[in-house]
Nanobody, 121 residues
């Protein structure tokens, strides 16, 4: 029905950069807010950044000034450019999109499978 496919995760040294991508595909009548969340081992899933259809953004205090969220409306894709990475950024990163698949369905939140980001020397 709706699939979110993430890419770009991996191992990076402290101070390095990484760019995550997530493309929504399948049956999409409408797509609204998109965002990125992360979950470290033993911790809850926290919001990282969100972006509306008009381009308004919101960031967690811990990533302000270091991360940038953006989207490509034509491709239903959301990006997360991460710079000045710290070990505490290590987590599984999940993308999320609020989607209405078709007229027979309601709006709902869809999630990607998650991609591992490890910041370590």
């Amino acid at each position: 029905q709706v699939q979110l496919v993430e890419s770009g995760g991996g191992l990076v040294q402290p101070g390095g950069s990484l760019r995550l991508s997530c493309a929504a595909s399948g049956r999409i009548l409408g797509i609204a807010d998109m965002g990125w969340y992360r979950q470290a081992p033993g911790k809850q899933r926290d919001l990282v950044a969100t972006i509306t259809i008009s381009g308004s953004t919101n960031y967690a205090d811990s990533v302000k000034g270091r991360f940038t969220i953006s989207r490509d409306g034509a491709k239903n894709t959301v990006y997360l450019q991460m710079t000045s990475l710290k070990p505490e950024d290590t987590a599984v990163y999940y993308c999320e999109a609020r989607v209405r698949p078709d007229w027979n369905s309601d709006w709902n939140d869809y999630w990607g499978q998650g991609t591992q980001v490890t910041v370590s020397s």
